[in-house]
């Protein structure tokens, strides 16, 4: 059994040996531990802290590509390399080495596909009211996207087993956390999570700039799974909205009408038979959309097939036992 840690890397080098140092050397029910950085970019040292240091592999990335497009080269090169379990944990040491044990362990009992680590947020000083509050909300939406119940949704700090690290995929360039969440919902993996601990603040977060940046960023990309994963859903609401507007004024004007009074009215009529087109039409893109995505759906099958035949892995009973 191999686990490998991969660690996302953008001019780290002030905390990545400090966060190295802290990770697990040994695992009881894993053979092997292996230490994966993905460089993305960096102009400092990052690169050579992590070499000397004695990690087994770095992803380099000439330019910045974002989180989201180093967490999934690191997830390929970690497949590629034989590992049977991936651990994703940030480069400013935030989470506790030790707790990843406790990521992979629902993993090694096969209880779980992904295991989520949640942080003590309330009891975390470092975290502002507004920031604890932003946490919790984006959490609750994506808990209702997904259909998880995964408390701590933008916790970067997760186990994968080889067979969910295969299946996912990332098309927004902000962060991975979320929309995989939902797409592992939509495809009804083992999802949990274990609360973990958290070390002192090394250095501000780089997701989170600002207040505002941060609720239109992950807003998008929320919305953005949504439409990719239940646009039936999404599209309905959009659609129910029209045709209750719709509907309310047309039987204002009918009631209007029936009194006597409709022939001033008209441009309720014209506002209502407008509504409710937007509503039919909304509903109909929703239908579109939806077919598309049971193509998407296909289209990642697919995907998964042509990686294990990659990785050697398409083996019918082997494939079973893993499902």
């Not at 102009?43 to 380099?60: K, L, S």
């Not at 989180?67 to 651990?87: E, P, S, T, Y």
């Not at 996207?145 to 080889?162: E, L, N, V």
Request: hydrophobic share 40%; with cysteine.
């Amino acid at each position: 059994m191999k686990l490998v840690i991969q660690i996302p890397c953008y001019n780290e080098a002030e905390t990545l040996e400090v966060t190295l140092n802290d990770l697990p050397r040994h695992i009881d029910g894993i053979d092997t531990i292996e230490y994966l950085i993905i460089n993305d970019g960096s102009n400092d040292a990052t690169e050579r802290i992590a070499r000397e240091w004695g990690v087994d592999y770095i992803v380099h990335h000439k330019r910045n590509l974002g989180l989201a497009k180093g967490f999934l080269h690191g997830i390929d090169l970690a497949l590629r390399k034989g590992a049977d379990i991936i651990v994703n944990t940030d480069a400013d040491n935030q989470y506790c080495g030790e707790d990843i044990e406790k990521l992979v362990r629902p993993i090694l009992e096969k209880r779980a596909d992904i295991v989520v680590g949640e942080r003590p947020i309330e009891e975390n000083e470092e975290f502002s009211w507004t920031k604890k509050k932003l946490q919790r909300f984006g959490s609750w939406v994506v808990r209702l996207a997904s259909k998880t119940d995964i408390p701590d949704a933008p916790s970067g700090f997760r186990a994968y087993s080889r067979n969910a690290a295969m299946r996912m995929n990332v098309n927004n360039e902000y962060t991975y956390t979320l929309e995989t969440l939902v797409q592992a919902g939509r495809n009804k993996m083992a999802i949990m999570s274990v609360p973990v601990r958290t070390n002192p603040e090394l250095r501000k977060s780089r997701l989170m700039n600002s207040t505002w940046g941060y609720i239109k960023k992950s807003g998008l990309t929320i919305l953005r799974a949504l439409l990719m994963y239940r646009p039936l859903m999404v599209f309905s609401m959009i659609s129910g909205v029209f045709l209750l507007a719709g509907g309310i004024l047309g039987c204002r004007f009918l009631w209007l009408y029936a009194n006597g009074g409709g022939g001033g009215h008209i441009q309720s009529l014209i506002l209502t038979m407008l509504l409710i087109v937007i509503g039919v039409q909304s509903l109909m893109l929703g239908f579109q959309a939806d077919v598309i995505s049971a193509n998407r759906k296909l289209l990642e099958d697919i995907q998964l097939r042509i990686k294990k035949l990659e990785l050697g892995l398409l083996d019918e009973n082997k494939d079973k036992k893993e499902k």
